[in-house]
């Protein structure tokens, strides 16, 4: 028996320290995740706190099949889903212009912002943005299973990320500019 899954089941048991141990190992990358989702700090913990309450109610409904990590992540990207099932419109609400720059290559951009800022311009998405893009880009899935998952139609998803990824790109592009502005006058 791996250490892990000693770990569970000592947690199914009710062990405290084993519930303390088994969070601390999965909390700060399973708030990436909800960081993601999420549209501010706040959000995110809140969604991590309900995630783990879903992990722990549910760990004998873990198999030990695939990727533990995984299971949890997936308990968390639910959360986040089921936060805004209901509660957001999920359709475009903002308006691109035309007028879109070419931003270069996506190393060059990460170089120049940097991770946290592009996850704040993420962030800033509306909720159904975001989370077509989250779902699309990071959880690879497809638009069919987007749509069954947010109750939308399959055109709604693909709209949300095709405007997700404008929207982000005017931001990126905004930002750029702000810092070459800022780089001439140095």
Avoid at 3 to 29: F, H, N, P, V
Avoid at 109 to 131: C, D, F, H, N
Avoid at 146 to 151: R, W, Y
């Amino acid at each position: 028996m791996s250490e892990t899954e000693r770990l569970i089941q000592d947690c199914i048991k009710g062990d405290r320290s084993a519930q303390g141990s088994l969070y601390q190992l999965y909390a700060t990358k399973m708030f990436r995740v909800c960081l993601r989702y999420a549209k501010n700090k706040e959000e995110a913990e809140d969604i991590l706190q309900e995630g783990f309450m879903k992990v722990f109610t549910g760990l004998r409904q873990f198999n030990f099949e695939g990727s533990f990590e995984g299971w949890i992540r997936k308990i968390m990207v639910n959360c986040a889903l089921q936060k805004y099932r209901g509660n957001a419109k999920l359709h475009a609400v903002v308006t691109i212009d035309e007028n879109q720059h070419e931003i270069g290559e996506p190393e060059n951009v990460i170089a120049l912002l940097g991770t946290k800022e592009l996850l704040l311009m993420v962030q800033q998405l509306s909720p159904g943005y975001r989370l077509v893009f989250n779902l699309y880009v990071f959880e690879g899935m497809k638009h069919r299973e987007i749509a069954e998952q947010l109750g939308i139609s399959e055109g709604t998803s693909k709209s949300n990320l095709s405007d997700a990824r404008a929207t982000l790109q005017k931001m990126v592009n905004n930002s750029l500019q702000v810092a070459t502005k800022n780089i001439k006058y140095l």
